[in-house]
């Protein structure tokens, strides 16, 4: 177990330096997913319509009468991604409505019709994508390639607002957040061959919400409290491989602070909001994005935004969105250039690929 002392997180303050400004060619509010590199954008051109733009061309590939707006998520694969189409985004306002699910390959425009819900994410080499209904209360999966489906009914509830978490981590196995009547949350794994469920880790108190991420070789399962909730925060980390242990967590980082959470997984390490000072009296909060660092579980705090509420991750760049505007804390900030590279003089700097 790790406690993050006081010394600690005034040393990361004090190393963190201004972020970039993400800067693009297209309007910072009409992209909804850009590549690291650039080359391949999707932007929302106008209510009801998705396009893609790519080598000076541009394709509206989705158009609807609704004025929707559109997720377009990717995962560590980056072979496809997921896009919601939110209908009425700014007139229905309701915890019930559910988005039309599609996929397209990676920076392509021909897109697969995959259901009606929220929260699609992909898995398992991007072969599998799940998504969450909020009418039947139920996590579908299903297999882009083969069409095969399953489906977990989740324990009944009151709460409206409540939307799952999803991990898959074999393609058998299938990882996901719960709660029951009473409010306590759970971490839960499902079986798909045997349809057994088995509860992993149950929250000590009710008023908790548990996040899910992962990449490649781990898992994170963050425990953080609701908004308003004073109580403390950890994190546990699960190593993945032919024989996972999903029970055989470590506790990477533990503080008596209420962080936000909002956790995003890359390779080596983990980022989330922390929270570093809470004023009771006038209800405020300084929060920082801080970053955890998997070889050693040493955290650091990378802003000093003082009021940070989200992370966006995009092709393993996290943006952090303030005043309308995003600023890079991971990964190329300025696709802006159209400066082309010159081309390698020297044996070793021609690319091993062609």
Known sequence: MVWINLMMLLMGVAEAVELPKFLT???????????MDGRFAYVRKRPGVLGLVTSFKSTDFITDESGSDFIVKDSSFKRRLAIEVIPSVHHKFDPYKKNKIMVVDWGQSQTKEIGLGVKAKLHMDDEWIS????????????????????????????NPFFSPEVEMITSDTVTYTDINEKGYAAFISFNLLTQKSTVIYRAPQIATRLELCSNGNYMMVGEFPY??????????????????????????????????????????????????????????????????????????????????????????RILIPSRGEYFVLEGRANLSDDTLKSTPTKLEELPLEI
């Not at 297209?26 to 909804?32: A, E, G, L, N, T």
């Not at 006038?282 to 801080?290: Q, V």
């Open 25 to 35: 060619k297209h309007s910072i509010d009409s992209v909804r997913f850009i590549t």
């Open 131 to 158: 998504f969450f209904d909020p009418v039947e209360k139920a996590i579908h999966l299903q297999n882009i390639i083969t069409e095969k489906k399953y489906s977990i009914i989740l324990s009944p509830k009151t």
């Open 227 to 316: 908004d308003g909730v004073e109580r403390g925060s950890k994190l546990l980390y699960i190593g993945l491989g032919p024989s996972t242990n999903l029970a055989g967590f470590t506790t990477a980082y533990s503080s008596a602070d209420a962080d936000i959470g909002n956790m995003v997984c890359l390779r080596e390490s983990v980022y989330f909001i922390k929270t570093m000072r809470h004023s009771k009296l006038m209800g405020s909060k300084t929060t920082e994005a801080a970053r955890l660092i998997l070889k050693n579980f040493q955290l650091e705090s990378k802003t000093s935004m003082e009021h940070i509420t989200q992370l966006v991750h995009m092709d393993d």
